[in-house]
């Protein structure tokens, strides 16, 4: 293994908050893409990605996606959730990446972005909003809590996920083929990945205690 011995030190506490994105969004790659699918107060459906997304717990199944502030007001999206608490998470693919970037641009709250790119929407089960019709997953999700960081007040919404929406083609034995879905992840700027070569590693050791 390499040894890096030459490092430049960072203060955090002097770097202004645009300068600390641009470093953590470039050291902490490739990030998981949620494409969010949420529906505004007057049944206008919003469509957007968001990079700091991870899921939490497998019992319930809880995912957490953090949406910051445009300029201190809310985004489209959090707004959404806030107010019908509900969203669609969809996993955005190699074949969707234009659209999915696309839709990360400022639009106007009036303006619906599947409509004005072109994005199919298909009905979800179990939420008001659709899911995305070329999103081979998308998790229909509620929202059960909200948990606010920083001075810019960024918040992680935390969503259960009420219906997992799959695939036929990915699922063998209850698991989700990853190399097959083709997803595409966030790195720094508008720059993304495909998951590229895989390595696999032998099972870890459990301990039996």
């Excluded at 990605?49 to 999206?77: C, E, H, M, W, Y």
Aim: net charge neutral.
């Amino acid at each position: 293994m390499r040894i890096f011995e030459s490092l430049a030190d960072i203060e955090a506490s002097k770097l202004s908050a645009d300068a600390a994105y641009k470093l953590l969004t470039g050291c902490i790659v490739p990030r998981p893409i949620a494409w969010i699918t949420t529906v505004s107060a007057e049944g206008l459906v919003n469509a957007a990605p968001f990079s700091a997304f991870t899921f939490l717990s497998n019992k319930p199944p809880l995912v957490g996606v953090s949406i910051g502030r445009k300029q201190g007001r809310l985004k489209d999206t959090a707004r959404n959730i806030i107010g019908t608490g509900e969203f669609v998470i969809n996993i955005g693919t190699e074949d969707a990446l234009e659209a999915l970037h696309h839709s990360a641009d400022e639009y106007e709250p009036d303006e619906s972005e599947p409509e004005i790119l072109g994005i199919d929407l298909h009905a979800s089960r179990t939420v008001k909003p659709p899911r995305i019709a070329c999103a081979p997953v998308s998790l229909e999700c509620r929202l059960v809590q909200q948990h606010h960081f920083g001075e810019y007040d960024t918040c992680l919404y935390v969503g259960r996920v009420e219906l997992f929406r799959v695939s036929g083609d990915l699922l063998a034995d209850g698991k989700i083929d990853s190399v097959a879905l083709r997803p595409v992840a966030r790195l720094g700027g508008p720059v993304y990945a495909k998951l590229g070569e895989i390595v696999r590693q032998r099972p870890v050791r459990v301990s039996a205690k």
